[in-house]
């Protein structure tokens, strides 16, 4: 069933059901409140710096205590920590994306997102572009009453990633 169809459910039924990547998620929406077009502008604003790359400012809309979850379940806790970790990640591929396609207000303080994202191993290019990946990827987020973010919880595909970063590991180890 295509999305429009979904959506049209969704008018019959008012029963809130999001298909993404085979996934049929379930939301209790409320109308937009300033509260909520906030925290929207909030994550803009986050996915922003992270496509600018910008490790140190990504630090400033994050608690102290934030966490991070990845795909494979690991968890990084604290701000410092995360914000390192994304540094890292520029590092290893030099032209991460996040492409936002969705952002959905779950309720408020909380944020379900979708969309894709994006990267070359070291920067590597080839002719036939094997060390580039583009995967979906959803992204459910919490952020603070003060508008800081508490926790960004990822899901996609980490296969093809791995993939590249394993080929690249083995061929310079010869």
Request: with cysteine; aromatic share 12%; proline share 4%.
């Given at each position: ?19 993404y ?78 492409e ?42 919490f ?32």
């Open positions: 069933m295509s999305m429009f169809a979904y959506r049209i459910l969704l008018l019959k039924k008012r029963v809130p059901l999001v298909l990547m085979g996934l049929t998620f379930m939301f209790i929406t409320r109308c937009n409140t300033p509260s909520t077009e906030n925290e929207k502008v909030t994550f803009q604003q986050f996915t922003d710096l992270l496509n600018e790359h910008k490790a140190p400012a990504l630090a400033t809309f994050l608690e102290e205590d934030f966490i991070f979850t990845d795909s494979r379940g690991q968890v990084l806790n604290g701000c410092e920590r995360v914000a390192s970790g994304w540094k890292q990640l520029f590092n290893t591929f030099p032209d991460y994306t996040l936002v396609k969705e952002v959905i207000t779950v309720k408020p303080g909380s944020i379900a997102a979708f969309g894709y994202i994006s990267g070359t191993y070291k920067g590597m290019t080839t002719n036939v572009n094997e060390n580039y990946w583009r995967v979906p990827v959803a992204w459910r987020v952020i603070s009453p003060n508008g800081k973010l508490k926790s960004w919880e990822e899901y996609h595909d980490t296969k093809i990633i791995h993939e590249i970063i394993e080929s690249n590991q083995a061929d310079s180890d010869f």
